[in-house]
């Protein structure tokens, strides 16, 4: 007993201690984050600046994606995997991954003008940042204009009023508000084309199992499930994987 007291009267002088003197924390340092001049006059300016560069970054991606070959090559990826019916197998991070890198493939040439005519030229301070974003839009108005259809350009050119029958020339005269949508759609059509070409193979094997599984008697038996192996066998023995990619790639050679 003695012991147990002897420890807590210790234990109660330790934070007797402890409480009268108090700990003096670090001081929290003082953090001043200003772009532009610090006149009040330009706080409102800088205020709509910052405003605007986040909001533009946070729907930049959007516009990456539309801008690109991305749209085609995640779709028909996409119709890949549902034709096989191999529920999610490649998974989604699997076929984003290989769409991303094969639109940086198709798209090196265009991001490489990019950074020679605008980028460096921007960093190096002899373009001006209005300068350098009309610079950088023109590869990719290139390689829309390239990959749009004439009667996808036409429907958005003349909703906004100019009467064309046509499809121009050049495309320096089309602004980003038309070219964007129309090569979107025009990406979607072509990317459901080569869906459905890519399933017709897949569908006559699932008729020929379902017929077949039928006319044995076996109609309690998933036709799913004999099929699915086949399928796969087929996909394997043709290099599927080897012909999508092919096809993609010529695909964007016009």
């Given at each position: 007993?003695?012991?147990?007291?002897?420890?807590?009267?210790?234990?109660?002088?330790?934070?007797?201690?402890?409480?009268?003197?108090?700990?003096?924390?670090?001081?929290?340092?003082?953090?001043?984050?200003?772009?532009?001049?610090?006149?009040?006059?330009?706080?409102?300016?800088?205020?709509?600046?910052?405003?605007?560069?986040v909001t533009v970054l946070s729907i930049a991606p959007s516009f990456l994606v539309l801008m690109t070959s991305f749209t085609?090559?995640?779709?028909?990826?996409?119709?890949?995997?549902?034709?096989?019916?191999?529920?999610?197998?490649?998974?989604?991070?699997?076929?984003?991954?290989?769409?991303?890198?094969?639109?940086?493939?198709?798209?090196?040439?265009?991001?490489?003008?990019?950074?020679?005519?605008?980028?460096?030229?921007?960093?190096?301070?002899?373009?001006?940042?209005?300068?350098?974003?009309?610079?950088?839009?023109?590869?990719?108005?290139?390689?829309?204009?390239?990959?749009?259809?004439?009667?996808?350009?036409?429907?958005?050119?003349?909703?906004?009023?100019?009467?064309?029958?046509?499809?121009?020339?050049?495309?320096?005269?089309?602004?980003?508000?038309?070219m964007v949508p129309a090569f979107a759609i025009g990406e979607m059509k072509k990317a459901f084309t080569m869906g459905f070409?890519?399933?017709?193979?897949?569908?006559?094997?699932?008729?020929?199992?379902?017929?077949?599984?039928?006319?044995?008697?076996?109609?309690?038996?998933?036709?799913?499930?004999?099929?699915?192996?086949?399928?796969?066998?087929?996909?394997?023995?043709?290099?599927?994987?080897?012909?999508?990619?092919?096809?993609?790639?010529?695909?964007?050679?016009?």
């Amino acid at each position: 007993m003695k012991k147990k007291l002897i420890l807590s009267f210790m234990l109660l002088g330790i934070f007797s201690v402890l409480l009268l003197h108090p700990v003096h924390a670090d001081p929290i340092p003082n953090i001043n984050i200003s772009v532009g001049d610090n006149d009040a006059s330009s706080g409102g300016t800088s205020s709509i600046s910052i405003l605007l560069l986040v909001t533009v970054l946070s729907i930049a991606p959007s516009f990456l994606v539309l801008m690109t070959s991305f749209t085609r090559i995640v779709i028909v990826l996409g119709f890949v995997r549902t034709s096989l019916g191999t529920q999610q197998m490649p998974p989604n991070q699997v076929l984003v991954g290989l769409a991303l890198f094969l639109t940086l493939f198709i798209m090196s040439p265009t991001l490489a003008t990019v950074n020679e005519t605008a980028l460096q030229p921007y960093m190096k301070g002899t373009l001006t940042q209005s300068e350098a974003l009309n610079k950088a839009q023109e590869p990719i108005k290139e390689f829309m204009f390239k990959q749009t259809n004439t009667k996808d350009l036409l429907l958005f050119m003349n909703y906004t009023g100019n009467n064309a029958t046509v499809k121009p020339a050049s495309y320096n005269d089309i602004p980003l508000t038309v070219m964007v949508p129309a090569f979107a759609i025009g990406e979607m059509k072509k990317a459901f084309t080569m869906g459905f070409m890519i399933f017709i193979p897949f569908l006559i094997i699932d008729i020929v199992v379902s017929s077949t599984l039928m006319a044995m008697g076996m109609m309690m038996l998933p036709p799913v499930m004999i099929s699915l192996p086949f399928k796969i066998m087929l996909f394997v023995l043709v290099d599927g994987w080897y012909l999508v990619v092919k096809s993609l790639l010529l695909s964007f050679n016009t």
